[in-house]
């Protein structure tokens, strides 16, 4: 059974502060990674797919990486408007393309 | 590119009326589409698979008489809510798979919040 598991659950930085979100996993051959934005009362946003380990991409102010255990999301000098969830899913070769979300990290970032 | 949109954004409804919810990917054809539902501080939780021009595969312990499914064309799916009553109130969400240019993305609509009174 696939596993996701996000930490921490929350986080607080001030405007500036650079951090990283961990997304740990266990699948049974991975097809993707997927990184997601959900602000509340809406739907994910998506972010970014990774594939395979060592794979990097960038988005602004934001940069996911990707091992064989774990993936990061890299904030670099967040704005408020960076707080939202960030959602961490993955997608096994042996599934019907199904996604197994990861419970989020809440992301508050402060003036 | 890649929109998704649901139908309504939000319904109120007596407990033992049906509701239905649209999904439409707007711009991309999606053979399958996912329905998700979520509670308040809770992550997704997956319902069905939705494929177009068959059932839908639904997951362990979502009743398939009370969520129905249907995907009856390229665009759109619905949902439809059967005899609702308060436990059905919950955040519902929709996605569409877009395989031509995306990689196996799943874009996701804005959610549809259920309330039945």
């Known amino acids: 059974e696939d596993q996701v598991t996000q930490s921490p659950e929350a986080l607080r930085l001030q405007e500036g502060e650079s951090s990283s979100l961990n997304c740990s996993y266990t699948?049974?051959?991975?097809?993707?990674l997927f990184w997601y934005r959900q602000d509340p009362g809406k739907g994910p946003e998506f972010l970014f797919t990774l594939y395979s380990a060592g794979e990097e991409k960038e988005k602004e102010r934001l940069k996911a990486t990707l091992t064989k255990k774990e993936s990061f999301l890299h904030i670099t000098a967040p704005k408020p408007e960076d707080s939202a969830t960030y959602l961490c899913?993955?997608?096994?070769?042996?599934?019907?393309?199904?996604?197994?979300f990861g419970s989020g990290t809440q992301l508050t970032v402060l003036p | 590119g890649a929109v998704v949109s649901q139908h309504p954004s939000w319904v109120i409804c007596k407990s033992g009326t049906s509701v239905k919810i649209e999904c439409r990917s707007l711009d991309f054809q999606a053979t399958t589409m996912f329905w998700y539902r979520q509670f308040p501080k809770q992550s997704l939780m997956l319902m069905a698979t939705?494929?177009?021009?068959?059932?839908?595969?639904?997951e362990q312990g979502v009743e398939k008489d009370k969520f129905l499914i249907n995907h009856a064309s390229l665009t759109l799916s619905t949902l439809t809510v059967t005899s609702a009553h308060p436990e059905d109130s919950s955040f519902y969400i929709c996605?569409?798979?877009?395989?031509?240019?995306?990689?196996?993305?799943?874009?996701f609509g804005p959610g549809t919040r259920l309330t039945v009174l």
């Open positions: 899913a993955v997608q096994s070769s042996g599934s019907a393309r199904q996604l197994t």
């Open positions: 939705s494929n177009e021009g068959s059932k839908a595969t639904y």
């Open positions: 996605s569409a798979r877009e395989t031509v240019l995306a990689g196996d993305t799943q874009y």
């Open positions: 699948v049974s051959g991975l097809r993707g």
